[in-house]
């Protein structure tokens, strides 16, 4: 494989993952968020996923 891409200076992370703790009613917000707004992907196109059959529970 090449190389990874240099980095550029106008990208920028999008996601940033903390330590602090989360409760079940953060998820519930995103998840409500996630699910109804509607410029989310997941309220504009169909989702499917599939577990292959030698995945070993991964």
Do not use: K, Q
Request: glycine share 6%.
């Amino acid at each position: 494989m090449g190389a990874p891409n240099p980095p550029r200076d106008d990208w920028f992370e999008l996601y940033a993952f903390g330590t602090e703790r989360r409760f079940p009613v953060d998820y519930a917000v995103f998840n409500h968020y996630i699910s109804t707004h509607p410029r989310s992907p997941f309220t504009a196109r169909w989702w499917c996923s599939a577990r292959a059959a030698n995945c070993a529970g991964r």
